[in-house]
């Protein structure tokens, strides 16, 4: 069964910075993109990072680029999300996320990802 399995959130102060990991199970990482993917109060999904372990590949949404890193260790099937600089727009459920297939490291649709983890809160206070 596929799990992905998000932890590293929490409540951070405007300017800081927090690494999200995602334990991934099920798949593995050289057949698919890996992604973060939020959801901030009010607004829908939005991809903010993807990588492709196969290639080390790399795309991230405009706000976040310079920001936000995406890097998975292949040897403990985990992906994670290094946060920098932080600002309170970034408060939001943020879900590791899996694509079957990818031909290229993209920012995704929400209804495109095959695989979903529950989430976790990130919070930024000004």
């Known amino acids: 069964e596929v799990q992905l399995a998000e932890s590293g959130g929490g409540l951070v102060q405007a300017g800081g910075s927090l690494k999200l990991s995602c334990a991934v199970s099920g798949i593995s990482l050289d057949n698919y993109a890996l992604n973060w993917v939020r959801q901030a109060p009010g607004k829908g999904r939005e991809g903010v990072a993807c990588i492709i372990p196969r290639n080390g590949e790399t795309e991230y949404a405009d706000s976040v680029k310079g920001r936000f890193i995406i890097s998975t260790d292949y040897a403990r099937n985990m992906v994670y999300l290094q946060m920098n600089r932080l600002q309170p727009e970034d408060t939001a459920v943020y879900y590791c996320?899996?694509?079957?297939?990818?031909?290229?490291?993209?920012?995704?649709?929400?209804?495109?990802?095959?695989?979903w983890g529950r989430g976790i809160q990130v919070t930024v206070s000004s």
């Open positions: 996320a899996a694509v079957g297939r990818p031909a290229a490291a993209v920012i995704f649709r929400p209804h495109e990802y095959d695989y």
